[in-house]
């Protein structure tokens, strides 16, 4: 291989790892902006919502009460399954007739 050719390559493997770089940056950003504009938009979450509770009936427990809520995330899984399975039946049905 000449010299020329050699600087060439290195050329060629140096543009292509600036340019893959500079994509990474450029789409990690994006994604970033993006990901802050929706947690700023969204205020309220339907993720569970840890909650401590002090016990104020026995004094000698230090050990604060945690209380999950997850009604909400329950509630979505749930109506989610039903959906599927009410989508699935007709298929099952048709499945067992053969």
Same mark, same amino acid.
């Given at each position: 291989?000449?010299?020329?050719?050699?600087? &060439?390559?290195?050329?060629?493997?140096?543009?292509?790892?600036?340019?893959?770089? =500079?994509?990474?940056?450029?789409?990690?950003?994006?994604? &970033? *902006?993006?990901?802050?504009?929706?947690?700023?938009?969204?205020?309220?979450?339907?993720?569970?919502?840890?909650? =401590?509770? =002090?016990? @104020?009936?026995?004094?000698?427990?230090? /050990?604060?009460?945690?209380?999950? /809520?997850?009604?909400?995330?329950?509630? @979505?899984?749930?109506?989610?399954?039903?959906? =599927?399975?009410? *989508?699935?039946?007709?298929?099952?049905?048709?499945?067992?007739?053969?």
């Amino acid at each position: 291989m000449t010299k020329n050719r050699f600087f &060439y390559l290195v050329l060629v493997v140096l543009l292509a790892g600036v340019a893959a770089l =500079s994509g990474a940056a450029v789409g990690g950003a994006a994604v &970033y *902006q993006l990901e802050s504009r929706i947690h700023a938009v969204a205020g309220t979450s339907s993720a569970p919502v840890a909650v =401590s509770v =002090s016990n @104020t009936t026995n004094t000698k427990s230090q /050990n604060p009460v945690m209380i999950v /809520n997850t009604t909400q995330i329950e509630t @979505t899984i749930t109506d989610a399954v039903q959906k =599927s399975v009410q *989508q699935l039946l007709p298929f099952q049905e048709r499945c067992l007739d053969k």
